[in-house]
């Protein structure tokens, strides 16, 4: 079993930077995958960015790519998202995720975090 605990979220203008944290307990975090997911009201729950439990590869959606940076610290049991340049249609829950590294879904999920981009 993973707990997953996000935080950061908030209010800004669009513009402004976030930076999401992830902070996990129980199984050894350092043999997971992780991934950030967001969902906007209305909308599927999508995906945004994800790393390997080396910290070595990350993928990111077309849609936050260059804006968005995922990375971990795997003696802190913390993964980031930090989050520049944001934009209205960012505006989201977005949620912290596990899986193993040879499972192909995420398996823990965190709460959410609201992220709201002001225009």
């Known amino acids: 079993q993973v707990q997953l605990v996000e935080s950061g979220g908030g209010l800004v203008q669009a513009g402004d930077s976030l930076r999401l944290s992830c902070a996990a307990s129980?199984?050894?975090?350092?043999?997971?995958?992780m991934g950030w997911f967001r969902q906007a009201p209305g909308k599927e729950r999508e995906f945004v960015a994800a790393?390997?439990?080396?910290?070595?590869?990350?993928y990111y959606a077309d849609s936050v790519k260059g804006r968005f940076t995922i990375s971990r610290d795997n003696a802190k049991n913390t993964v980031y998202l930090q989050m520049n340049s944001l934009k209205p249609e960012d505006t989201a829950v977005y949620y912290c995720?596990?899986?193993?590294?040879?499972?192909?879904?995420?398996?823990?999920w965190g709460q959410g975090t609201r992220v709201t981009v002001s225009s």
């Open positions: 129980g199984h050894p975090f350092s043999s997971y995958d």
């Open positions: 790393i390997a439990w080396s910290g070595i590869v990350t």
């Open positions: 995720a596990a899986k193993g590294a040879t499972m192909a879904k995420y398996l823990y």
